[in-house]
T-cell receptor, first 112, second 114 residues
Framework: SQTIHQWPATLVQPVGSPLSLECTVE??????LYWYRQAAGRGLQLLFY??????ISSEVPQNLSASRPQDRQFILSSKKLLLSDSGFYLC???????????FGPGTRLTVT | AQSVAQPEDQVNVAEGNPLTVKCTYS??????LFWYVQYPNRGLQFLLK??????LVKGSYGFEAEFNKSQTSFHLKKPSALVSDSALYFC????????????FGKGTRLHILP
C-alpha cells in the first residue's frame, strides 16, 4: 500500500532563516505531487505541483520554491522566511488526472 | 475557469439526525468531484468521488454524495450523524482535461451536537 511522509511535524523558525520541508511517497511510482498551504484551519492554497522529476509548476509567486530531485521526493524550500509564511503545509500525491489526492500529516510552521 | 463553492462556513446537526454539507461547482465540460474530511492538526482524508455513472456515490464512514448535473451540485450526506463526524469538510473539483490541479472549496465546519 502507498504511504506519504512529511517532516518535520512542527517547526518554529525566525524571520529570515531558511526552510526545507520534505515529503516522500512509498508504494507507487511516478506520482503527481503537490504542496499546499492552509492558513487558519481553513481553505487550501495550492503552491506547487509536479508531474515528474524536475518538473515543477508554481501556482502563486512568493517566497517559496519547490524541487523534485527523485521520483517520490518533493521538497519545499525558502531562502529567507517571512512572517506571512506561517501556516500548515500539506504534501499530497495523486496517481493521475481522474484520481483523488492523498495527503500527508502536514507540517505546522511558525515564523517568529 | 474552475470553481467550487461551499456556501456554509458551519453546519450544526444533532447526533442521530441526517446531515447535509452543500457544494456547488463550475467547470467547463464534465467534472470529477471529490469530498475530503480533515480532523484537527491532520492532513485531509479522501471520503468519496464522482467520476461517471450513478449519481449517488457511497464513500467511507457511511457518507454519500449526490451528483446533480442540472444544479451543478455535489452535496455530502449521511443518514445519521455521529459526534465523531465533527470535522472540517472540503469539496473539490477537477475538469476532465489535461489540467492536473484540483480546486478545493473553502471548507465547511461540521459540528455534531450530542
Amino acid at each position: 500500500s502507498q504511504t506519504i511522509h512529511q517532516w518535520p511535524a512542527t517547526l518554529v523558525q525566525p524571520v529570515g532563516s531558511p526552510l526545507s520541508l520534505e515529503c516522500t511517497v512509498e508504494g507507487t511510482s511516478n506520482p503527481n505531487l503537490y504542496w499546499y498551504r492552509q492558513a487558519a484551519g481553513r481553505g487550501l492554497q495550492l503552491l506547487f505541483y509536479s508531474v515528474g522529476i524536475g518538473q515543477i509548476s508554481s501556482e502563486v509567486p512568493q517566497n517559496l520554491s519547490a524541487s523534485r530531485p527523485q521520483d517520490r521526493q518533493f521538497i519545499l524550500s525558502s531562502k529567507k522566511l517571512l512572517l506571512s509564511d506561517s501556516g500548515f503545509y500539506l504534501c499530497a500525491w495523486g496517481p493521475g488526472l481522474a484520481n483523488e489526492q492523498y495527503f500527508g500529516p502536514g507540517t505546522r510552521l511558525t515564523v517568529t | 475557469a474552475q470553481s467550487v463553492a461551499q456556501p456554509e462556513d458551519q453546519v450544526n446537526v444533532a447526533e442521530g439526525n441526517p446531515l447535509t454539507v452543500k457544494c456547488t461547482y463550475s467547470v467547463s465540460g464534465n467534472p470529477y468531484l471529490f469530498w475530503y474530511v480533515q480532523y484537527p492538526n491532520r492532513g485531509l482524508q479522501f471520503l468519496l468521488k464522482y467520476i461517471t455513472g450513478d449519481n449517488l456515490v457511497k464513500g467511507s464512514y457511511g457518507f454519500e454524495a449526490e451528483f446533480n448535473k442540472s444544479q451543478t451540485s455535489f452535496h455530502l450526506k449521511k443518514p445519521s450523524a455521529l459526534v465523531s463526524d465533527s470535522a472540517l469538510y472540503f469539496c473539490a473539483v477537477r475538469a476532465m482535461n489535461r489540467d492536473d490541479k484540483i480546486i478545493f472549496g473553502k471548507g465547511t465546519r461540521l459540528h455534531i451536537l450530542p
